[in-house]
């Protein structure tokens, strides 16, 4: 049976834990005494940097075994070789990648000036013409965030809207009305025609767009390929065993956007913080936004056979797969959602700190989706956890007060010396 205990500022150890906060699979106590779990052991928490360790401020850590055969484990070198990778892991070698490939162009000016556009007779207005239909879906489906883009350079703004319309044209794969003719066949053809974009050979006008972007900004395909990679999971899944496998897929689906925008968006001339956390704060939030997204359809997707939410966690809780089906709003059903919430929560405040890194002009769209998707999460407090057959919504009253409010987040300058974000 899992068990999870709480406790508090508990010291990690650096060299064997990831970057972001995941599974680890040993750790050290504020005494020193350390043990190596046989399985592995989920950790949960607000962290900041302190020399060589991590200090946690707060963590829950879950695992199979009882807690004290846990801390009475010997540490050998042997069990923390055989280690299994967690998706944590995974993703932060990603994120590595990532953030060594613009490092340098990101702070310097080349990121200012973008490169020109090749101009072929004729090519020309017929690119323009592709952005700007790119605008008007995104104005369509995302209408907050289309006008926080207005504020951006031209350049910018136009390669933001070409990948956010990739990205949805990759969602309605297998979301969309043609979703149950998806095969994984149709997802690989969907691939290869990435790599020709890439490549500089677009398949049709929103194709044209993204390549266009992906030639002047330092955008990675990475990202992209492993959000095609999400929709491939989401074919054969319909359940997930653990939060380890749901960072995964909320990685694959919404992780990426953050990784994809933060090239275009700009990290700030002034900022003092590393790369690597600042695109570690954009994954934050496309996995914050997923995991609010996946409680708040609950219901929705029960009523599709699926079931997103971890089933350890689940059946930690005493619930099972059938209390889903059944919907009913019960004391378990509270407790568990509670922990979910406060989890989305974390990430969010994990988002934050990144935020006030992006350029300027970045800043203010990405504090309004942040706070408006955010306060979904208090929706589905107030409906007093009522996910089953009430969709939790933030009123048009609450959004246009979210504005002001994002915008004067988005006054906030880079943080200085202090930060936890910033390198030693
Ligand atoms: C924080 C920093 C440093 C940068 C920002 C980086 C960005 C832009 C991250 C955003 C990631 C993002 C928007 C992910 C998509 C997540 C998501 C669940 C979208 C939901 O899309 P829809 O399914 O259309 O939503 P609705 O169902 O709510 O309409």
New binding site residues.
């Given amino acids: 049976m899992p068990m999870t205990f709480s406790w508090v500022a508990t010291t990690l150890n650096t060299e064997t834990i990831p970057t972001n906060l995941g599974f680890v699979d040993s750790f050290r106590f504020k005494d020193s005494s350390r043990f190596v779990l046989g399985e592995r052991l989920r950790v949960f928490g607000h962290r900041t940097k302190k020399g060589r360790s991590q200090k946690v401020s707060w963590c829950s850590i879950s695992s199979p075994s009882s807690a004290s055969s846990l801390i009475t484990s010997p540490v050998t070198g042997e069990e923390e070789a055989a280690a299994p990778v967690s998706s944590e892991q995974r993703v932060n070698s990603v994120v590595l990648k990532q953030a060594a490939l613009v490092s340098e162009r990101l702070r310097s000016k080349a990121t200012l000036e973008v490169k020109p556009d090749i101009v072929i007779p004729g090519t020309l207005s017929l690119l323009s013409d592709a952005y700007d239909r790119c605008g008007e879906v995104c104005a369509e489906?995302?209408k907050t965030?289309y006008l926080g883009t207005l504020l951006m350079t031209p350049e910018r703004r136009r390669a933001?809207w070409a990948i956010y319309v990739w990205?949805?044209r990759t969602?309605e794969l297998v979301?969309g009305p043609n979703a149950s003719h998806i095969t994984p066949t149709a997802l690989d053809r969907w691939e290869s025609r990435l790599e020709e974009l890439f490549q500089g050979r677009p398949f049709d006008m929103y194709d044209a767009a993204l390549s266009d972007t992906v030639a002047k900004f330092p955008v990675d395909i990475q990202p992209f390929k492993d959000m095609i990679e999400g929709m491939r999971m989401d074919l054969r899944k319909s359940q997930y065993k653990n939060f380890d496998e749901l960072y995964l897929y909320c990685y694959y689906?919404?992780?990426?956007?953050?990784?994809?925008?933060?090239p275009v968006?700009g990290?700030a001339p002034d900022s003092q913080a590393t790369t690597e956390s600042?695109?570690n704060?954009?994954?934050?939030?496309?996995i914050a936004?997923?995991l609010?997204?996946i409680l708040?359809?609950v219901g929705e997707d029960a009523r599709r056979g699926r079931i997103y939410l971890p089933q350890d966690e689940l059946a930690h809780a005493g619930l099972s797969d059938d209390d889903i089906f059944a919907g009913k709003v019960t004391d378990k059903w509270r407790f568990f959602m509670k922990n979910q919430i406060r989890r989305a929560r974390m990430f969010f405040d994990q988002?934050?700190?990144?935020?006030t890194?992006?350029n300027a002009a970045?800043r203010w769209?990405?504090w309004a989706?942040?706070l408006l998707?955010r306060q979904?999460l208090d929706e589905i407090e107030a409906n007093d956890y009522n996910n089953f057959t009430r969709r939790a919504y933030v009123s048009k009253v609450k959004k246009l007060a979210s504005l002001p409010i994002a915008y004067t987040k988005s006054l906030i300058a880079p943080a200085r010396a202090s930060s936890p974000l910033i390198k030693a």
């Fill in positions: 489906y995302a965030f933001i990205c949805r969602d979301d689906v919404a992780g990426t956007v953050g990784l994809m925008s933060v968006m990290i600042v695109y704060a954009a994954l934050a939030l496309g936004n997923q609010t997204n708040r359809d988002a934050e700190k990144g935020v890194e992006l970045s769209p990405v989706s942040l998707y979904i």
